[in-house]
């Protein structure tokens, strides 16, 4: 067909594989975080006397995974008893705020009860296996590198309120006034990816080091040098609003 031989026709079609892909790589990763805030959550009503009716489900109503739980099975249980399974959830690193099945009050959101290091060291643990990679002489960050920054966010989104640094370095493979602006621009990039994944603006910030610290135990030159790191510097947690407050039935 004359349709198909058309030139554009290929990018259009390319254009739709790789959005297909990100939603599927969105929807595992999505998965994988619900079960296992799911696991904490009974973990953590295991521990409040009283609550053992209580389950949290990390689906949400349109059937995606969520960090957003809906608790249900305490309609005989006191309200003392609920707002103590419910602050229980709340308080795992990761969930976002809660609801009860049948209307109810939601629970306090816990961002000033998660240890800033913590998001830190989950990003740190990302980055381990994984590099968030440019194009070449680009700030412009590689599609393959799209997923990771999800991944990226999403453990950092646990504790919003906290400053992050975003820092980017390069090797030495180039004159250095060049390599320091390189390394801001890509970690403006990174920045920028954040904030379009939810990340506030007010929490981040980026600065470009070139290739003045390599890492530990790599000689300047090395490639693997061409990184983004990301450090919490500072805590200014978010205090939550009334309405967040579990309240009577």
């Known amino acids: 067909m004359i349709f198909l031989r058309h ?18 790589g969105a929807r595992t990763t999505g998965t994988a975080l ?30 995606l995974p969520s960090r957003h739980p809906v608790l249900s099975g305490g309609e005989g ?33 816990v961002v000033d009860r998660v240890e800033p290091l913590h998001c830190q060291e989950d990003v740190q643990f990302l ?3 994984r590099t968030i990679r440019f194009e070449e002489s680009s ?18 989104r646990p504790c919003l309120g906290s400053i992050i640094a975003i820092t980017g370095h390069t090797d030495a493979s180039g004159p250095e006034p060049g390599n320091l602006a390189l390394s801001r621009e890509r ?10 994944r939810g990340i506030p603006d007010d929490g981040i ?17 090395d490639p693997a040098n061409r990184r983004i790191e990301f450090s919490v510097i500072a805590t200014d947690p978010i205090h939550p609003t009334p309405v967040d407050t579990p309240g009577p039935r």
């Open 77 to 109: 249980v006191k309200d003392s008893i609920r707002a103590r399974a419910a602050k229980a959830v709340a308080a795992v690193p990761g969930v976002g705020g809660i609801r009860w099945a049948d209307g109810d009050a939601r629970a306090i959101g």
């Open 205 to 221: 910030r980026v600065r470009g080091v070139g290739s003045s610290e390599p890492a530990e135990g790599l000689p300047p030159s």
């Open 139 to 156: 700030a412009r960050i590689d599609a393959g590198s799209q997923s990771l920054v999800d991944e990226v966010a999403t453990a950092l």
């Open 34 to 63: 619900a079960d296992r805030l799911a696991h904490a959550a009974q973990q953590a009503l295991a521990t409040v006397p009283g609550a053992g009716s209580i389950r949290a489900s990390f689906i949400s109503p349109s059937g």
């Open 187 to 196: 970690a403006m990039a990174v920045q920028q990816a954040l904030l379009a």
């Open 127 to 129: 980055l381990r296996a």
């Open 7 to 24: 030139p554009l026709v290929p990018l259009i079609l390319g254009i739709f594989a790789i959005v297909a892909l990100a939603a599927i």
